[in-house]
């Protein structure tokens, strides 16, 4: 079974940079779409970037300039590059992976989830 473990949060100041990653194993990556979600305390879960098995990216409008999904298929781990990180920004991140390559950004549909990592952005 597909198994997804994240890493990297952390409490960064306003304007700085984290790196979260997505350790998946269990799945073949050309079959599988994935994508980075995020929950603030309070606030709905939203997607926030995705990609699918050609590479095709999506993201949500606030953090399209500043983040960035990439997926090292050797390293079979998926990667969100997070710049210029605002307080805004603070949520629990979590990695998601489906079956289906094409969900759109934000479905409720992924099957496979992280446990998550915090992402603190302090002023």
């Known amino acids: 079974q597909v198994q997804l473990v994240e890493s990297g949060g952390g409490s960064v100041q306003s304007g700085g940079s984290l790196r979260l990653s997505c350790a998946a194993s269990?799945?073949?990556?050309?079959?599988?779409?994935m994508a980075w979600f995020r929950q603030a305390p309070g606030k709905d879960r939203e997607g926030v970037a995705s990609?699918?098995?050609?590479?095709?990216?999506n993201y949500l409008d606030s953090v399209k300039v500043r983040f960035t999904i990439s997926l090292d298929k050797a390293k079979k781990t998926l990667y969100l590059e997070m710049n210029r990180l605002k307080p805004e920004d603070t949520a629990m991140y979590y990695c998601?992976?489906?079956?289906?390559?094409?969900?759109?950004?934000?479905?409720?549909?992924?099957?496979?989830w992280g446990q998550g990592t915090q992402v603190t952005v302090t002023s």
């Open positions: 998601a992976a489906d079956q289906r390559s094409g969900l759109p950004l934000g479905s409720n549909a992924y099957n496979y």
């Open positions: 269990g799945y073949t990556y050309s079959t599988y779409g």
């Open positions: 990609i699918n098995t050609f590479g095709v990216t």
